[in-house]
């Protein structure tokens, strides 16, 4: 059993963009799903397939997303920020710039799971859940 996670999410994503594996299968939660889906509608990932047929929780199947000409992954870096012994909150005014801008901060907020800069229009704050770019 894993004490994290959101860690081990972001840690199998990560480790199949550096295999050059095209598709990873996590298993699924509610936090996570809402992070895939936020993963594709910022473009990192190709596409993503909820299964509620294998386990009690079910998987997510991720299609990972890799430049047509140099075959370089669209996920440079994951990076989880939060952790459980040390959680790092943001306020709305406060919200971290990840690669100036190119990156995208993916925040907790107490209106649902949203990016930072959506989270800084509708002027929520939250814990800042992981970095992407």
Known sequence: MTTDPIADYLTRVRN???????????PASNLKKEITKILFDQGFI?????????????TIKIALKYDKLT???VIKKIQRIS????????????M???LNG???AIVS???G??????????NVGGEVLCYVY
């Open 83 to 94: 952790k459980p012994g040390l959680r790092k909150y943001a306020g709305a005014n406060e």
């Open 71 to 73: 075959k370089d992954p």
């Open 16 to 26: 199949a963009v550096a295999a050059g594996h095209r598709v990873v299968e996590v």
């Open 109 to 111: 907020t107490s209106a």
């Open 113 to 122: 799971v949203m990016t930072g800069k959506q989270a800084t229009g509708q």
């Open 102 to 104: 190119l990156g995208i």
């Open 96 to 98: 971290p710039r990840v």
């Open 46 to 58: 190709l596409s993503y397939k909820f299964e509620d047929k294998q386990g009690p929780q079910g």
